[in-house]
């Protein structure tokens, strides 16, 4: 990454800036961070609709990067958990969220829990788990998950419709910065959901054939990306 733009969020924020500047191409380099501030603001309408929309473009050479303060209630109701509403209320059976969706991809470090602002792993895990026995599907949750090494995984946890977790896959071809945070994995779970058998690989992993043929000949019918 070899350019960054930051936009402090206030009340009158102008969300076309934010917009206007994810489709624009770096200026200095093949990519870009957008960092966007959120400190005590609360996205609004017209926030959560634009972040809503980035998140569903296909994947880009831009990295955005939301940074916010814990969590309220009133947060929890917003976009960003309001997806997973959508997904349950909309009949879904499997659902999956972004690589590192917390605490964010752009971690700094190999402790990003210790920070102020970034909410306990177990405490994110929860809400995550609570959402799948609500609604009753799988979810495969991209998180940064502590590991016993004192650093982090980048991994896909696995939640079943009853809320339990059911494992977790750890990302095995790491990026040249994903090393800077990140234990390699090194194992292909695959999980049975009755409908289908689904393993999951994460970003650069689709770049090395082997990864998604070990999960194909350990029985995965899917495979979440």
């Not at 800077?180 to 695959?190: Q, Y």
Request: charged share 25%; aromatic share 12%.
């Amino acid at each position: 990454i070899e350019e960054r733009q930051v936009f402090d969020v206030d009340a009158g924020f102008d969300w076309n800036r934010l917009a206007a500047e994810c489709s624009g191409l770096s200026l200095f380099g093949d990519r870009k961070l957008i960092e966007v501030r959120l400190a005590g603001s609360k996205l609004g309408a017209e926030g959560s609709a634009m972040l809503r929309e980035l998140a569903a473009q296909p994947a880009s050479d831009n990295v955005v990067l939301v940074l916010a303060g814990k969590l309220d209630r009133d947060v929890e109701k917003t976009a960003w958990f309001r997806a997973l509403d959508e997904a349950g209320e909309a009949g879904a059976h499997l659902v999956a969220l972004p690589e590192c969706a917390y605490p964010a991809y752009y971690l700094k470090d190999e402790a990003p829990y210790s920070r102020p602002g970034v909410r306990p792993f177990e405490e994110v895990a929860a809400l995550f788990a609570g959402k799948a026995e609500r609604y009753g599907y799988w979810l495969a949750a991209g998180m940064a998950v502590p590991h016993p090494s004192g650093r982090v995984t980048n991994s896909g946890l696995i939640f079943g419709p009853d809320g339990e977790r059911r494992g977790q896959y750890d990302k095995s071809f790491l990026w040249h910065f994903d090393t800077n945070w990140f234990e390699r994995g090194r194992s292909f779970p695959v999980w049975d959901a009755g409908f289908c058998r689904f393993g999951v690989l994460i970003c650069a992993d689709g770049r090395q054939p082997e990864v998604a043929r070990s999960l194909a000949v350990n029985g995965a019918e899917v495979i979440l990306d």
